[in-house]
C-alpha cells in the first residue's frame, strides 16, 4: 500500500514562494503519473499540476507560469515550486498518483495523506 506524506506548506505573503514536497513509499510510483491537488473550504478538490512518467507537465491554467512541478523518481518524491503566490492559491495541498492523465478531481483516487496546509495572506 502507498503511502503519501505532503511537506513544505505555511504562511506567505503575497507573492512569496514556497516549495511543497511528497514523498511516496510502499511501491515504485515511477512509471505513474503523479499530480498535486488543492482543496479550500466550500471547493470541490482540483488538480493544479501533474507529471508523467517520462516528464510531461500540465498545469491548471490558475496557476500556469508560476507553479513547477516535478519529480525524482529516484526518491519516490514529487515537488511543487510555487511563486507569485495569491491569496487565492491558499489550500490545503495533497499529492497522488495514477495513470496519465489523472483524474481532475481525484475522487477515483485513494490513499490520500494528510496534506500540507498553504495560507498566502498579509
Known amino acids: 500500500q502507498v503511502q503519501l506524506v505532503e511537506s513544505g506548506g505555511g504562511l506567505v505573503q503575497p507573492g512569496g514562494s514556497l516549495r511543497l514536497s511528497c514523498a511516496a513509499s510502499?511501491?515504485?510510483?515511477?512509471?505513474?503519473?503523479m499530480g498535486w491537488y488543492r482543496q479550500s473550504p466550500g471547493n470541490p478538490r482540483e488538480l493544479v499540476a501533474a507529471?508523467?512518467?517520462?516528464?510531461?507537465?500540465t498545469y491548471a491554467d490558475s496557476v500556469k507560469g508560476r507553479f513547477t512541478i516535478s519529480r525524482d523518481n529516484a526518491k519516490n518524491m514529487v515537488n511543487l515550486q510555487m511563486n507569485s503566490l495569491k491569496p487565492e492559491d491558499t489550500a490545503d495541498y495533497f499529492c497522488?498518483?495514477?495513470?496519465?492523465?489523472?483524474?481532475?478531481?481525484?475522487?477515483?483516487?485513494?490513499?490520500w495523506g494528510q496534506g500540507t496546509q498553504v495560507t498566502v495572506s498579509s
Open positions: 497522488n498518483w495514477g495513470w496519465s492523465p489523472l483524474s481532475t478531481t481525484g475522487n477515483e483516487y485513494v490513499g
Open positions: 510502499g511501491s515504485d510510483l515511477s512509471i505513474y503519473a
Open positions: 507529471i508523467t512518467s517520462g516528464g510531461a507537465t
